[in-house]
């Protein structure tokens, strides 16, 4: 009777045999099989992500994203994008010239810079949707501030077309003066309102319904700007906004920017 493992013992010495005498060819055809093999690499694409793969097909998280996606009409990806601009010296950028430069950078990173991909042309306005208007508020802060009208420079929120308007978000560095009513101290003078404060203050007043004067801040002085740009594209398409932001940076690198 032979032995159960006698078959396998001649099959191995069958293949270490042809291994053995035809090393040459078998050494060749795993290395071809190996390299044609490694070609895959080039379209390989790993999926990763804890919301999509590690979480049951019926997860109540998994509905809320469906949810939010469609809610925020998210159809790609988001890339938050957060452009800082100071002046050169450092100094106040309610300055008329810096203030209206920085007004004019903003429109024209919504309005003026275009890009191709497959022979289409892209702005701002075709890869920032629903997050189009963040910075809306602040430009319009921008064009209607005027020193000799308070209502214009309240802070955090100024008044907008009888709109509160908020822009805390938008400028840092800043520099307030406190206003009373009747007085309000300032670089350690007291300084009487003038009738556009008087105006404001007492518009303030009726609105709280009390007799005592309010306290509200006025903005002095701010040295740091800075806007938000929420890019959204197909995934597909991620590379249109990475081309966005290098022509941003060209933007502000212009040399006529920078001398400010």
């Given at each position: ?159 907008l077309f009888g709109t509160r308007a908020f822009i805390g978000n938008n400028i840092y560095g800043v520099s307030l003066k406190n206003f009373t009513g009747t007085e309000y101290v300032k670089n ?66 212009h040399p006529l920017i920078q001398i400010y």
């Amino acid at each position: 009777m032979r032995h159960p493992t006698l078959l396998f013992e001649r099959g191995f010495y069958l293949l270490g045999y042809q291994i053995g005498r035809n090393f040459r060819q078998i050494i060749f055809t795993i290395i071809l099989v190996t390299i044609i093999a490694s070609f895959g690499l080039l379209r390989f694409e790993e999926v990763n992500n804890v919301r999509t793969e590690y979480s049951p097909l019926n997860a109540p998280s998994k509905i809320e994203y469906k949810i939010a996606k469609y809610f925020l009409k998210q159809n790609g990806t988001l890339d938050p994008c957060y452009i800082m601009s100071r002046a050169r010296d450092g100094g106040n950028l309610l300055r008329t010239e810096h203030r209206w430069l920085l007004y004019n950078l903003t429109r024209a990173l919504q309005q003026e810079i275009h890009i191709e991909k497959n022979g289409r042309v892209y702005g701002y306005r075709n890869i920032c949707e629903p997050y189009c208007e963040l910075n809306t508020a602040f430009l319009a802060f921008l064009k209607v501030y005027d020193p000799e009208q308070p209502l214009t420079y309240t802070y955090p929120a100024v008044e907008l077309f009888g709109t509160r308007a908020f822009i805390g978000n938008n400028i840092y560095g800043v520099s307030l003066k406190n206003f009373t009513g009747t007085e309000y101290v300032k670089n350690e003078k007291t300084e009487m309102p003038t009738q556009e404060e008087q105006a404001l203050l007492l518009a303030l007043q009726r609105k709280s319904g009390t007799k005592k004067s309010p306290t509200i801040k006025l903005l002095e002085t701010f040295n740091t700007a800075i806007m938000p740009f929420f890019l959204v594209a197909n995934y597909e398409d991620k590379d249109l906004l990475v081309k966005w932001q290098n022509a941003a940076i060209d933007l502000f690198e212009h040399p006529l920017i920078q001398i400010y």
